[in-house]
């Protein structure tokens, strides 16, 4: 069993912060890269940013500058510092790894309950 568990989300003014966080617990032999993805009401889920197992980042044109995405592989943890954020951001955030469960695993996605980002204007 593995579970990706969010935490972090909830409510600020226009141009605060919020730092999310993205535990990964169970049977795990190795975790490649990690992501975060977002749901507005609405709307299909995008991608916000990934990270490889190395450490090698990219970003949505919309949060660069704004967003760091970091990981912590002796935590299996990912974290999402968002920055300067606007009403538009606002969305429910699902964290997204790709892994496998033992040695000759196929690496498949899993992924997290979501955690509810809301920025008021």
């Known amino acids: 069993q593995v579970q990706l568990v969010e935490s972090g989300g909830g409510l600020v003014q226009a141009g605060g912060s919020l730092r999310l966080s993205c535990a990964v617990s169970g049977s795990i032999f190795s975790i490649n890269a990690m992501a975060w993805y977002r749901q507005a009401p609405g709307k299909q889920r995008e991608l916000v940013a990934t990270?490889?197992?190395?450490?090698?980042?990219n970003y949505a044109d919309s949060v660069k500058g704004r967003f760091t995405i970091s990981r912590d592989n002796a935590k299996n943890t990912v974290y999402l510092q968002m920055n300067s954020l606007k009403p538009e951001d606002t969305a429910v955030y699902y964290c997204?790894?790709?892994?496998?469960?033992?040695?000759?695993?196929?690496?498949?996605?899993?992924w997290g309950q979501g955690t509810q980002v809301t920025v008021s204007s």
């Open positions: 997204n790894a790709n892994l496998g469960r033992y040695r000759y695993d196929i690496p498949r996605e899993y």
């Open positions: 990270i490889t197992s190395v450490g090698s980042t």
